[in-house]
T-cell receptor, first 114, second 113 residues
Framework: AQSVTQPDIHITVSEGASLELRCNYSYGATPYLFWYVQSPGQGLQLLLKYFSGDTLVQGIKGFEAEFKRSQSSFNLRKPSVHWSDAAEYFCAVALTGGGNKLTFGTGTQLKVEL | NAGVTQTPKFQVLKTGQSMTLQCAQDMNHEYMSWYRQDPGMGLRLIHYSVGAGITDQGEVPNGYNVSRSTTEDFPLRLLSAAPSQTSVYFC????????????FGEGSRLTVL
């Protein structure tokens, strides 16, 4: 069965600092890969996704992620964090054609210090 | 532009009671899903639907029923609530299985005493 690991439960960064959130997946083939963000009391919003092609993908709000097949990783990055980026971030995977059946990681809670 | 609407937002039940969480979307999406979110466990798929009249089980279906009589609505029924069903429930929809963009409702927080 496919699985997603987000090893960092909590991360604290200073505003203006760079950010990297880690995500590793376990699956026999390359699945669809996603990052979602959840603000307090809200549903999830898609930040970016990778299906194929260029391994560096750009998303909304200045986020990017890099797919590394050799490491089964899909880490999320942002060069300069803003206080409004404080939220919970979820990495997710899906089988090809299974875009309504995502497997989510356990999430990383991001705190931004002013 | 409502998107995915869930009701109620909050509910407290006693063990053994039944209830229905409502989900409606106005985007004409064929595909809808229910997830539950528990601390430290991320979101887990309960049931999903690929169109009116077609539903299937996800990862954690026990204790829940769904039906899909229309494209717009996808209610989730708890038949006999248990404390283990205390959770935040999210409904989501998507237009395509190959775009990966799920549109989520704002969630329904359920407490079972």
């Amino acid at each position: 069965a496919q699985s997603v690991t987000q090893p960092d439960i909590h991360i604290t960064v200073s505003e203006g600092a760079s950010l990297e959130l880690r995500c590793n997946y376990s699956y026999g083939a390359t699945p669809y890969l996603f990052w979602y963000v959840q603000s307090p009391g809200q549903g999830l919003q898609l930040l970016l996704k990778y299906f194929s092609g260029d391994t560096l993908v750009q998303g909304i709000k200045g986020f990017e992620a890099e797919f590394k097949r050799s490491q089964s990783s899909f880490n999320l990055r942002k060069p300069s964090v803003h206080w409004s980026d404080a939220a919970e971030y979820f990495c997710a995977v899906a089988l090809t054609g299974g875009g309504n059946k995502l497997t989510f990681g356990t999430g990383t809670q991001l705190k931004v210090e002013l | 532009n409502a998107g995915v609407t869930q009701t109620p937002k909050f509910q407290v039940l006693k063990t053994g009671q039944s209830m229905t969480l409502q989900c409606a979307q106005d985007m004409n999406h064929e595909y809808m899903s229910w997830y539950r979110q528990d601390p430290g466990m991320g979101l887990r798929l309960i049931h999903y639907s690929v169109g009116a009249g077609i539903t299937d089980q996800g990862e954690v279906p026990n204790g829940y029923n769904v039906s899909r009589s229309t494209t717009e609505d996808f209610p989730l029924r708890l038949l006999s609530a248990a404390p283990s069903q205390t959770s935040v429930y999210f409904c989501a929809s998507t237009a395509s299985l190959n775009t990966g963009e799920l549109f989520f409702g704002e969630g329904s927080r359920l407490t079972v005493l």
